[in-house]
């Protein structure tokens, strides 16, 4: 068995589940310095033998390199004396995912499929809009959690991405928008939605770090408040995401009642409506400015009646929830065992809640065409690997 297919329990559905491990290593034995904070750099450039000075002086000019600039070897870093870059390529790399597909959607959604080093499949998301773009990344190549109605669900997880394969898809769509180097006006790129594949409080610790990479002010850049972790309701890691990460924070709620919750939602057995709106409640950060989202997708003769938005309104007033719902028209996949609501009963039941107080838009779909849209998203869940040359105890 190869070290990334060895098994380890994390949490799942029923906890734990088993998954297989982290990234393995690269092949070639060097360092992926993206995903690394800079005293992570520091500490990598020490240990491979720069004193403690030169190790700290050149990790800030690097990661200068790599989040300002977007640079993807050594030789463009013009204030690194030129004897040293081969030094730094034997050792280290910075690289980006491999682009295995990119398409355009008729309405402009890019989707790109992207391969890790180790050979597994994953993809993100770009959707401009007028006045901003959003980015919607992938946490997990696949998902733990089996939400009925997503596509995502059927895939079992691969593997979780690390923080060089989470920051690495920011650095890929800056370099599709030609956005290098970092600047706060007129980007393309404003906003990062986590809500590709994958349930990001179940990779808690490299959502995290990678984050902080996205948002560091000297880098990348991007301010909190533009970015927006949805999670299925992994309550007990929901405190910690607000403490250490502070991001807004969305909800795939889906349904009112702990019948429909638990069998479209399945980790709702575990965690119940109660108990996730409670921590709802309690999540750090959220405020009348900073809304907490509730996603809501529009399943026909499932979660759809007026009787379900008026509890919605409750549930909401009950907790006191600084709140707005997004209604998301249910997007079809092959296998499906669902229809998404009509438009009449959408707008129905978004006039309830708006009545009740919360603003309740219908989302447009964007990059159906292209199985780009929410919860399209899957890929081929394993791939062929090549044969394992380190794998001699076999
Ligand atoms: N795992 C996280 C984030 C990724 S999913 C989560 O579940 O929140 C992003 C959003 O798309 C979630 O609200 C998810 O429930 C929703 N979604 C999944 N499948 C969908 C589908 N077929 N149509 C519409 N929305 C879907
Ligand atoms: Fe996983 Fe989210 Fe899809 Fe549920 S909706 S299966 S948590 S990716």
Known sequence: MSADTALMPIPGTV???????????????????????????RAALADAGLEPRQAKLRAKQIWHWIYNRGAGDF????????????W?????????????????????????????????????????DADRGTLCVSSQIGCTLNCTFCHTGTMKLVRNLDPAEIVGQVMLARDALGEWPSQPEGRMLT???????GEPLYNFDNVRDALKIVMDGDGLGLSKRRITLSTSGVVPMMARAGAEIGVNLAVSLHAVTKEVR??????????????????????PGANNAR????????LKDKNDSDADARELVRLIRHYRLPAKVNLIPF????????ECSTPERIRSFSNIVFEGGISAPVRTPRGRDIDAACGQLKTAAERKRKPAVLNDSA
Not at 191 to 197: H, S
Not at 331 to 338: C, L, Q, T
């Open 15 to 41: 906890d734990p589940v088993p998954v297989s491990r982290a990234a393995v290593p690269r092949a070639d034995g060097r360092t992926e310095l993206v995903g690394l904070s800079k005293d992570q750099i």
């Open 75 to 86: 030789t463009r870093m013009t204030d690194i004396a030129k004897v040293q870059h081969p």
């Open 88 to 128: 730094l390529t034997e050792r280290f790399v910075i690289t980006r995912p491999e682009v295995v597909e990119a398409q355009v959607s008729v309405d402009g959604t890019r989707k790109w499929l992207l391969r890790t080093h180790d050979g597994h499949d994953y993809e993100m998301v770009f959707i401009p």
């Open 191 to 197: 906003n990062i939605v986590m809500m590709g594949m």
């Open 262 to 283: 638990d069998e479209i939602v399945p980790i709702n057995r575990k965690y119940g409506i109660e108990q996730l709106l409670q921590a709802c409640a309690d999540y």
């Open 291 to 298: 809304r907490i989202t509730f996603e809501y997708v529009m």
């Open 331 to 338: 997007n079809p996949w092959g296998g499906a065992g669902y």
